[in-house]
């Protein structure tokens, strides 16, 4: 869909996730790339379109992967709107170059697992949603009801072994947790995603339980949040 619709209309940049089903991110960065070459053909000054890889995994190896594949600079989950409002500044201002290097000379930071001692800050999410409060707690319960579904998913795929299921759905937990800064449901989510990924589920029964735990965590919370604001008008 994202290829066809480049296809269909100009866009200044592009942010590109890398895990899709079907095609991911490379497959389409690749593609979108080449249409550009055809373009060129025609238009030899048309520039190329920048593409900012998005992804969870933050290890230097997938930098040096997605500039192979054609990307031009690369953002980690959780996304902030303070960095994702930079990288498009930055690239929106510079024009891109067909061989352009990352926007930074450090190496990526190794993903490392964080704990909190509440299930969410809430106070840093109003922030990273512009204070508009009405949306953070739409997409609070949004991702509540979308959890309890994905963990039902999970543990059936445990029971049959099913460590694609898993490691799929444990990783979508896992962004969406951390966009909305709820670290611990987020770092749970990512120890499964691993586990699965080695297809070693010793323990993953137990992580399940975890985040079920965080789950009901962040429904008192919620609640609270309801009740404050009710007492308050």
Same mark, same amino acid.
């Given at each position: 869909?994202?290829? $066809?619709?480049?296809?269909?209309?100009?866009?200044?940049?592009?942010?590109?996730?890398?895990?899709?089903?079907?095609?991911?991110?490379?497959?389409?960065?690749?593609?979108?790339?080449?249409?550009?070459?055809?373009?060129?053909?025609?238009?030899?000054?048309?520039?190329?379109?920048?593409?900012?890889?998005?992804?969870?995994?933050?290890?230097?190896?997938?930098?040096?992967?997605?500039?192979?594949?054609?990307?031009?600079?690369?953002?980690?989950?959780?996304?902030?709107?303070?960095?994702?409002?930079?990288?498009?500044?930055?690239?929106?201002?510079?024009?891109?170059?067909?061989?352009?290097?990352?926007?930074?000379?450090? $190496?990526?930071?190794?993903?490392?697992?964080?704990?909190?001692?509440?299930?969410?800050?809430?106070?840093?999410?109003?922030?990273?949603?512009?204070? $508009?409060?009405?949306?953070? $707690?739409?997409?609070?319960?949004?991702?509540?009801?979308?959890?309890?579904?994905?963990?039902?998913?999970?543990?059936?795929?445990?029971?049959?072994?099913?460590?694609?299921?898993?490691?799929?759905?444990?990783?979508?937990?896992?962004?969406?947790?951390?966009?909305?800064?709820?670290?611990?449901?987020?770092?749970?989510?990512?120890?499964?995603?691993?586990?699965?990924?080695?297809?070693?589920?010793?323990?993953?029964?137990?992580?399940?339980?975890?985040?079920?735990?965080?789950?009901?965590?962040?429904?008192?919370?919620?609640?609270?949040?309801?009740?404050?604001?009710?007492?308050?008008?």
């Amino acid at each position: 869909e994202a290829v $066809d619709a480049y296809r269909q209309k100009k866009y200044d940049l592009i942010l590109m996730d890398i895990q899709m089903p079907v095609k991911d991110g490379y497959q389409a960065t690749s593609e979108i790339r080449e249409i550009e070459s055809a373009l060129k053909q025609e238009s030899p000054d048309s520039g190329n379109i920048p593409v900012i890889a998005m992804t969870a995994h933050a290890l230097a190896g997938y930098k040096e992967k997605c500039l192979q594949n054609g990307m031009d600079d690369y953002l980690t989950k959780p996304l902030k709107r303070e960095k994702v409002l930079e990288m498009v500044d930055k690239w929106l201002q510079v024009p891109a170059q067909q061989n352009s290097a990352f926007s930074t000379d450090r $190496d990526v930071e190794n993903y490392q697992e964080e704990t909190s001692d509440s299930s969410i800050d809430y106070e840093q999410a109003l922030e990273e949603f512009g204070g $508009d409060k009405n949306f953070l $707690d739409t997409e609070l319960c949004r991702m509540q009801i979308l959890v309890k579904d994905q963990l039902a998913q999970i543990r059936k795929a445990l029971e049959n072994g099913d460590t694609e299921t898993i490691a799929k759905e444990s990783h979508k937990i896992k962004g969406g947790a951390a966009n909305l800064t709820a670290i611990r449901l987020s770092s749970a989510a990512a120890r499964l995603e691993q586990m699965a990924r080695t297809k070693n589920l010793v323990n993953a029964g137990e992580l399940i339980d975890i985040m079920e735990k965080e789950l009901n965590e962040l429904k008192k919370i919620m609640a609270h949040h309801e009740n404050e604001n009710a007492f308050s008008r």
